[in-house]
């Protein structure tokens, strides 16, 4: 516990694997001004984002439950709040909040919450989507401001249930990390993929939201018309093994690639030529972000967030997710022309540069946790 007079913010988070909203929390951790603001972190599994953080000296805890609303630990997590002078709340993502929002009620302290892509979405069970829809309007209603991480999540908010407001704060980069113009390792040579292949990069988890498998039968297809072509998969999730299984039926065990979650992101974007996010939905995806900065031409579908920073054809080519197993497979050869991926891959890095800095990200929620404080000290 610290003796400074320093804001003690407990930023919390469902997890400690690598994903869109961990990556969020690091960059803010690592940009929020030190002289001004303590932060501390509670994730609710271990993983490589405590042991980074650890390493960056941030006080960081885990009390252990993959379960959104798990009664069991909310006394828990009170106790640990009070036992570290913690002045403000900050719950990124819905299971954080779920099980930090009672302790902050009691305890009277002020609460933030960042909604990093909704849990509620239309190709859920109606039952299912029904009670995410009421969880999130309890746990929205209970925070003291809401943070959309873009507008068309918002948006995606205000439809579904009344009276919600928040304030848009989108994801930022560290554009100095993810310069196309550094040098980086020869990820290619380490893989023993050819210099003279189309290489196709996805990096995420390998979750259902995401759609892997979906992305390895669309390679499948294009692969057949186009033998040069080569996929990495970056990641770990619950849909690995199947992944894995899949390449081996398929026949394309020799052209997809597979890596664990690396810390050296901007190196394997650097080997990439094309970067394909097929998600089902999305907040505001940061490896997105991360891929447009190191100016790659992007496939992405036509969902919250994603559609929000890619313009078609302008800078990275949009699908409907209902038509991907028609024409992904044909986007993915098509951007195997070099003058096509210069063209959106420079336009994709321009938006970047322009708009999604990591710490005009942190001042804009520094604004926020000021203001909120304030409110509360009258």
């Not at 650890?54 to 709040?81: C, H, L, N």
């Not at 003291?144 to 980069?173: C, H, L, R, Y």
């Not at 447009?292 to 949009?318: C, F």
């Not at 999604?356 to 520094?366: C, L, V």
Request: charged share 25%.
């Amino acid at each position: 516990m610290s003796h400074s007079n320093k804001i003690r913010i407990l930023e919390t988070i469902r997890q400690g694997q690598i994903g869109g909203g961990e990556s969020h929390l690091l960059s803010l951790v690592e940009n929020l001004d030190k002289d001004r603001y303590e932060p501390v972190v509670l994730s609710f599994t271990d993983g490589p984002m405590v042991d980074r953080l650890k390493e960056m000296g941030i006080q960081t805890e885990v009390i252990y439950t993959e379960k959104p609303f798990d009664i069991s630990k909310w006394k828990r997590v009170k106790a640990f709040i009070e036992a570290n002078n913690i002045q403000l709340v900050h719950a990124h993502g819905t299971r954080a909040n779920s099980n930090v929002f009672w302790a902050t009620k009691k305890l009277k302290l002020p609460l933030v919450y960042t909604i990093h892509g909704w849990s509620f979405h239309d190709d859920q069970n109606p039952l299912i989507k029904k009670v995410r829809v009421m969880g999130e309007q309890l746990l929205t209603n209970k925070s003291d401001i809401n943070i959309s991480v873009s507008a068309s999540n918002q948006q995606s908010g205000k439809k579904t249930f009344k009276g919600f407001e928040s304030v848009v704060v989108n994801n930022g980069i560290n554009q100095h990390k993810f310069d196309p113009a550094r040098s980086f390792k020869d990820v290619r040579s380490e893989l023993n993929i050819p210099k003279d292949v189309t290489l196709v990069l996805f990096v995420a988890r390998f979750i259902h939201q995401k759609q892997p498998l979906k992305l390895i039968n669309a390679f499948a297809n294009a692969v057949k018309q186009l033998p040069s072509l080569r996929l990495l998969m970056v990641g770990d999730g619950d849909q690995k093994a199947e992944a894995l299984e899949m390449v081996k039926q398929l026949g394309i065990a020799d052209q997809v690639i597979f890596a664990p979650f690396r810390q050296d992101v901007p190196d394997v974007l650097a080997a990439a030529d094309v970067f394909v996010l097929p998600s089902l939905w999305e907040g505001l995806p940061i490896g997105l972000l991360e891929a447009m900065a190191m100016g790659k031409a992007i496939i992405g579908t036509q969902v919250d967030g994603t559609s929000e920073v890619i313009q078609h054809n302008a800078n990275g080519l949009l699908l409907p997710v209902e038509t991907l197993d028609n024409t992904l497979p044909q986007t993915i050869i098509q951007l195997t022309d070099p003058a096509l991926r210069e063209r959106l891959g420079k336009a994709a890095r321009a938006t970047i540069s322009s708009t999604y800095s990591a710490a005009m990200m942190t001042r804009q929620i520094e604004g926020l946790y000021e203001g909120l404080l304030k409110k509360y000290r009258r």
